[in-house]
């Protein structure tokens, strides 16, 4: 069907657009003559409409063809018509990080972006990168490697002057430099983005750039920073009826709240969060419902409904097997309760991987401390710690983990007895005493 100019289109939530969102694309193509209604056989979309109307389309158009296939038998059937080609690899690239196939979705936004380079189309180029981006931080410097600089080139490529686009991937990249640029650079790019979003005046680029802003610049002090954005990313994400931009906004603002100790608006979010990740019916909303109700459960030491819904996000990390993100919160999720419970020793391999795989994040190797303190191993504990406490912890970053770090070296510290360096980690701490040290979602002081 593909083959012949015509793509079914269903008229079905679940992809991440609101009723209206998918309303209001289907009444654009029939606008411009490219919708045909059939009875019973649902709505054809027919001829190859101009890129502008684009993201909604291509989403309608692209997810079941990244399912079953006909997307790809359709790229080799149409190899005269690149810009159709185009908007189906992007298509089925974003349909394939959304169903957690990251390297099968970055396999296909490369091809995206190489026939952007190919036909010097810089938007399409830069929508690639921005799509080949994973959600939330990367977790790795691995992850990184081929996003940054495909970023790049997409900033260097669009025209200076402000664009939706262009604050988009400002904003992108920003994130993207967490783990290896330093706060100052990431600081000025997501504040370039914010103000080129705002002169834009479009509401969805606005509420995107906030919440990448958020991360870009996610340290101990973001409480009073970010809880205002999110806060406004919820009210764009209403005013554009965007129920993903809605989850994001409720994730940020349950982080946020949780360090500032406001329990019950927190809960008043989790719900929230659950609510609007059943509408949605995407793994990754689902995962987070059940991640944020295990580290509710833990706050209050109940345990065993703690257990289940962890369980349960594991099966559902299961499908999404290559999200590295996603994982990793599980792993953080599960360490946070045997270390609770007093059973790290049975996490020290899983740990002590986290620890070596990800020098970019010192919590880990912060929470190996804890591992030795419980196993007993004191030689061990000393070394880790003393390498972790060169330079007063000079070298440990002031990141979004830099509390809950802290808070580890600190246990190790009092247990070593290490009069020396203890008035260093108390001044460093001592600011933040009315913020509780966090690590996803899990308050360490209500443990």
């Keep these: 069907m593909l083959a012949h100019g015509t793509t079914t289109a269903e008229a079905k939530s679940g992809y991440g657009l609101s009723v209206e969102e998918e309303l209001r694309a289907l009444r654009l193509l029939r606008d411009e003559g490219l919708l045909e209604f059939r009875r019973g056989r649902g709505i054809s979309v027919s001829g190859t409409p101009e890129r502008g109307a684009v993201e909604h389309r291509e989403d309608l158009a692209g997810h079941r063809g990244a399912r079953d296939g006909d997307a790809l038998r359709a790229l080799d059937m149409e190899p005269g018509d690149p810009q159709r080609r185009g908007s189906i690899l992007l298509a089925m690239g974003t349909a394939e990080m959304r169903a957690g196939r990251l390297e099968a979705s970055r396999g296909t936004l490369r091809k995206a972006a190489d026939l952007g380079r190919s036909l010097d189309d810089t938007e399409l180029l830069a929508r690639a990168a ?18 940054i600089p495909l970023l790049e080139e997409a900033l260097d490529r669009l025209p200076p002057t402000a664009s939706a686009l262009r604050a988009r991937v400002l904003a992108r990249l920003a994130a993207s430099l967490y783990w290896s640029a330093p706060p100052d650079r990431r600081l000025a790019l997501a504040e370039e983005a914010i103000a080129m979003a705002r002169h834009v ?144 020793p049975e996490l020290e391999p899983a ?50 983990l830099w509390l809950p770090a ?42």
């Design 130 to 147: 921005l799509r080949s981006a994973p959600w939330g931080l990367a977790t790795a410097m691995i992850d990184e490697e081929g996003l």
């Design 406 to 447: 802290a808070a580890f070296l600190a246990e190790a510290c009092a247990h070593l007895g290490d009069r020396a360096r203890a008035p260093v980690l108390f001044d460093r701490l001592g600011r933040y005493g009315e913020t509780r040290a966090v690590w996803n979602g899990t308050r360490l002081d209500e443990i």
């Design 201 to 344: 005046g479009d509401a969805a680029t606005l509420a995107l750039v906030l919440s990448d802003a958020h991360l870009a610049t996610w340290d101990p002090d973001s409480p009073e920073r970010a809880l205002p954005w999110a806060s406004e990313i919820y009210s764009l994400a209403e005013q554009v009826g965007n129920m993903e931009l809605a989850l994001t906004a409720h994730s940020w603002r349950i982080s946020l709240l949780l360090e500032l100790g406001e329990l019950a608006d927190v809960d008043l979010e989790i719900e929230a969060f659950a609510r609007t990740a059943e509408r949605l019916h995407q793994p990754r909303g689902q995962i987070g419902s059940h991640l944020h109700g295990c580290a509710r459960a833990l706050i209050d030491g109940r345990f065993d409904e703690a257990e289940r819904l962890l369980e349960k996000a594991a099966d559902f990390a299961g499908l999404l097997h290559q999200d590295q993100f996603l994982g990793m919160r599980v792993a953080a999720l599960a360490f946070v309760m045997r270390y609770a419970q007093g059973r790290l």
């Design 351 to 400: 740990v002590r991987q986290f620890a070596d795989a990800q020098p970019a994040m010192p919590v880990w190797r912060c929470g190996l401390l804890c591992v030795h303190l419980q196993t007993g191993h004191e030689a061990e504990l000393r070394r880790e710690y003393d390498q972790l406490a060169a330079d007063s912890f000079g070298t440990l970053p002031r990141d979004n």
